[in-house]
């Protein structure tokens, strides 16, 4: 089993920063590869942020490339997601998950573990 908990998000205005992190623990999270996805009211969860195993690799949704970043440090069992120039249409809850039998993939169903969400709010 592994256990993974989203911080870091919040009600902030246009154009500034966040970083949410997800803390993992349980099964060792450096042989899975991570992803973020989000999910706005109304709408079906989409695809964020993916980083491989190794943190090498990193895929990234074209709605937040240039803006997002999603980077690891295994030693801390820690995933983040640098957001920046945040937009109203980036208001979602957000959600971390492992994928232990596919390397960093965009397909929700390849993931097997997932977060509770962290709910990021963005004002015009």
């Known amino acids: 089993q592994v256990q993974l908990v989203e911080s870091g998000g919040g009600l902030v205005q246009a154009g500034v920063s966040l970083r949410l992190s997800c803390a993992a623990s349980?099964?060792?999270?450096?042989?899975?590869?991570m992803g973020w996805f989000r999910q706005a009211p109304g709408k079906e969860r989409e695809f964020v942020a993916a980083?491989?195993?190794?943190?090498?690799?990193?895929t990234h949704a074209s709605s937040v490339k240039g803006r997002f970043a999603i980077s690891r440090d295994n030693a801390k069992n820690t995933v983040y997601l640098q957001m920046n120039s945040l937009q109203p249409e980036d208001t979602a809850v957000y959600y971390c998950?492992?994928?232990?039998?596919?390397?960093?993939?965009?397909?929700?169903?390849?993931?097997?573990?997932w977060g509770q969400g962290t709910q990021v709010t963005v004002s015009s």
């Open positions: 998950a492992a994928a232990y039998s596919s390397d960093y993939n965009s397909l929700a169903v390849e993931y097997d573990y």
């Open positions: 980083i491989s195993r190794s943190g090498y690799i990193t």
């Open positions: 349980g099964r060792t999270v450096s042989r899975a590869a």
